[in-house]
């Protein structure tokens, strides 16, 4: 069977420690390449890492199996791309119930011979053309760097990527005044255990782009041998102007293309940036395994079923969003910080009116300089030059006021008055 990053050895072992009082799964003969645990009442079996999970490849095995009588078994997110042998009738009694769940989105890189080839048959000449001005301007303003950790990591550079990864989050939620369920503790403490050992191991990887040494773009993503699954992405919201999500894929599908990826999976989801960079798409089942013979499992396979079909009508409502955002404003987390960006406008001044001596310089990456750094960034988008020749300068006379001296001019920031 194909090594699996979701049934690996790793992957078991950390999730079962973080949400299952480290007990190892159940495995059962009548299937194979998945393991399960059970629900404290009912004969009803969830397989190992629940809704953690984006692809678990399993066999119907032993014809002489019976292990499943009496039972219930649920297995998530199976992709329609994946194979996997649901042969049952080899086990008489044996019934499935395939519980449709999302559309995914992906890029079969397989079936293109090079990155530019795929952009081309994606994308019209202007879109091309855009997303090399991107490129360009990011690299025209600052030092950047693009980092794919597959295979091999230092724990210092892992710590380091990891809480900027968890700040940038809460920055981005923060902004959006929304909920960030990935922040929640148990599940960010079981990703931070998870993340380096399978980095480490080839099945899963983090993409960072740096910018002056800051990491302003990251991508967690889990790996098979031939496909990439998109986990967990974010990207610092001060080069919102740089569109540092549009830059990650594409490089990402860079390294794709380089590196033998065959499906690049941007998973479940219908955002927009999906359906532009994807050539494909796919569903996701639930697969409910059930005994058909028994009254009980019969009952519970209804329950389930149920269950899962309402959440998929309130999911495609909206209501779910609708509820997390209520919960939200009601019992803000206190992993989310207040945070309020203002507006500030940039100006080319002439540098005599500036009064040195009411001056002090100032880090450009200083909490304090958040608001006008993000106006002068986005400045820099449209009047490019380099950030590491730039000095900025706080005005001790006028509250609010800042002033940067480059090679090409002189600026002033200063905050909008209503």
């Known amino acids: 069977m194909v090594s699996n990053p979701f049934t690996s050895e790793t992957f078991t072992r950390v999730w079962s420690k973080h949400f299952n009082d480290s007990e190892k799964g159940l495995s059962f003969k009548f299937i194979e390449g998945v393991t399960f645990i059970k629900h404290s009442k009912l004969p009803y079996y969830k397989n190992v890492g629940e809704k953690l999970t984006n692809g678990i490849a399993f066999k ?21 791309y994946l194979n996997v042998d649901d042969d049952i009738e080899k086990l008489p009694g044996l019934q499935l119930k395939k519980i449709f769940q999302y559309e995914g989105y992906i890029t079969r890189v397989s079936d293109f011979d090079s990155l530019d080839v795929y952009l081309k048959a994606i994308y019209k000449s202007n879109t091309r053309s855009k997303l090399r001005r991107n490129v360009n301007r990011l690299e025209a303003c600052f030092d950047v760097e693009y980092i794919m950790y597959y295979g091999c990591i230092s724990k210092t550079d892992f710590d380091v990527v990891f809480d900027k990864f968890y700040k940038l989050f809460e920055k981005r939620y923060t902004d959006k005044n929304e909920p960030c369920g990935e922040l929640e503790p148990k599940l960010w403490g079981f990703y931070s255990e998870l993340v380096y050992e399978m980095i480490n191991k080839k099945q899963a990887s983090l993409f960072v782009i740096y910018c002056d040494k800051q990491p302003v773009g990251i991508t967690f993503s889990y790996h098979f041998p031939d496909k990439l699954v998109e986990a967990l992405t974010v990207f610092d919201i001060d ?23 065959e499906i690049f999976d941007y998973t479940q989801g219908d955002f927009d940036y999906k359906k532009r960079w994807s050539n494909d798409t796919y569903k996701t089942h639930y697969y409910l395994f059930y005994d058909s013979k028994s ?54 001044i002439v540098e005599d009116d500036v009064e040195i001596s009411h001056l002090k310089e100032i880090d450009i990456y ?11 960034f986005d400045f820099l988008y449209m009047n490019p030059q380099s950030v590491k020749n730039l000095k900025i300068f706080k005005s001790n006379k006028d509250v609010d006021t800042y002033f940067v001296f480059g090679d090409a001019n002189v600026l002033k920031i200063s905050k909008d008055v209503a």
């Open 60 to 80: 119907i095995s032993n014809v002489n199996a019976n292990d499943f009588k009496g039972k219930v078994f649920l297995v998530r997110d199976i992709p329609s």
């Open 239 to 261: 080069y919102y102007r740089y569109n540092i999500g549009h830059t990650t894929i594409l490089k990402m599908l860079e390294w794709s293309f380089n590196n033998n990826v």
């Open 295 to 348: 009254i009980i499992s019969q009952v519970v396979a209804l329950g389930v079923v149920s269950y899962f079909n309402l959440k998929r009508y309130l999911r495609d409502k909206n209501f779910n969003s609708t509820y997390h955002k209520l919960k939200h404003r009601l019992f803000k987390s206190s992993v989310i910080k207040e945070s309020f960006v203002e507006p500030f406008t940039v100006e080319i």
């Open 366 to 376: 200083s909490s304090g300089f958040m608001s006008p750094r993000r106006a002068l």
